[in-house]
């Protein structure tokens, strides 16, 4: 009889904090997403048993399946019938210069103008608490706006910052960059996390950005952190690519 394969969790040094504010669950799926895109866990892998990992780790049932689904929505796990849940790719990331929408606009000659949508103070989802390094449910600053340049959409910015912070004032968002801002109340960014992807937009995404539902748009999230190491702001982004595009500089290793 062919050996089974052994579980490749097994072999990661897994371990939750439950005196954490981050959700069990979450502390679980960026824990597995590392080893995805570090390549401990490999394309074609299969996870064991929920319960098993469960029980190795003292968590309910539940919040492994939910740990293992925040994944499956991220396409980097399946889950094949009669197969189990297999590791499918790790995402690629790649740093970019740390610099904001409008002054990319601005140093491109556009004429950048913002529309603000939202500036308000909401409860932390477990997304943005653990982003920004906060208890779940407590309050941050939600922005959201829409760039556009030359009167045409360009983008939607959708951005979580600490509360106090800084005045977010809705008209001076209308009228500058929001690192402007931060730069201008004494915060010196140092530098981000970032990802970048792709997906196909929502019809209320499509009606916003002046695109077709189903259209293809590019996604970014972003943590930027001072020079104390401190998060100062989560932004989860999405921009029309035939009106915008990101740009590397690759260089060779030696």
């Known amino acids: 009889m062919p050996k089974p394969e052994v579980d490749p969790?097994?072999?990661?040094?897994?371990?939750?904090?439950?005196?954490?504010?981050?959700?069990?669950?979450?502390q679980l799926s960026q824990q597995l997403e590392a080893a995805i895109e570090h390549g401990t866990l490999t394309p074609g892998s299969l996870l064991g048993n929920?319960?098993?990992?469960?029980?190795?780790?003292?968590?309910?049932?539940p919040t492994v399946r939910q740990a293992i689904q925040s994944l499956v929505d991220k396409g980097l796990l399946v889950r094949r019938r009669?197969?189990?849940?297999?590791?499918?790719?790790?995402?690629?990331k790649r740093p970019l210069e740390l610099s904001s929408l409008y002054d990319d606009l601005e140093a491109a000659g556009q004429r950048p103008a913002t529309k603000v949508l939202v500036n308000t103070v909401v409860p932390a989802s477990a997304e943005?608490?653990?982003?920004l390094g906060v208890a779940e449910d407590s309050d941050v600053h939600r922005v959201e706006r829409l760039r556009l340049a030359h009167g045409e959409p360009m983008a939607h910015l959708c951005n979580f910052l600490p509360p106090?912070?800084?005045?977010?004032?809705?008209?001076?968002l209308e009228t500058t960059g929001l690192y402007r801002l931060m730069r201008a109340a004494g915060i010196t960014l140092h530098s981000a996390r970032q990802s970048i992807g792709a997906r196909a937009a929502t019809q209320e995404e499509a009606e916003r950005l002046a695109e077709e539902a189903g259209a293809p748009l590019l996604t970014m999230q972003r943590v930027t952190f001072d020079d104390t190491g401190r998060a100062v702001e989560y932004g989860t982004h999405t921009y029309r690519p035939t009106r915008y595009s990101f740009e590397f500089q690759l260089l060779v290793r030696t």
């Open 128 to 131: 943005v608490a653990a982003a």
């Open 50 to 61: 929920e319960i098993e990992l469960a029980a190795r780790l003292g968590l309910s049932r």
């Open 164 to 172: 106090g912070l800084i005045d977010l004032d809705t008209d001076q």
């Open 9 to 26: 969790t097994v072999q990661l040094e897994l371990s939750v904090d439950r005196s954490s504010p981050v959700p069990l669950y979450f």
């Open 82 to 92: 009669g197969v189990g849940t297999q590791v499918v790719h790790s995402q690629v």
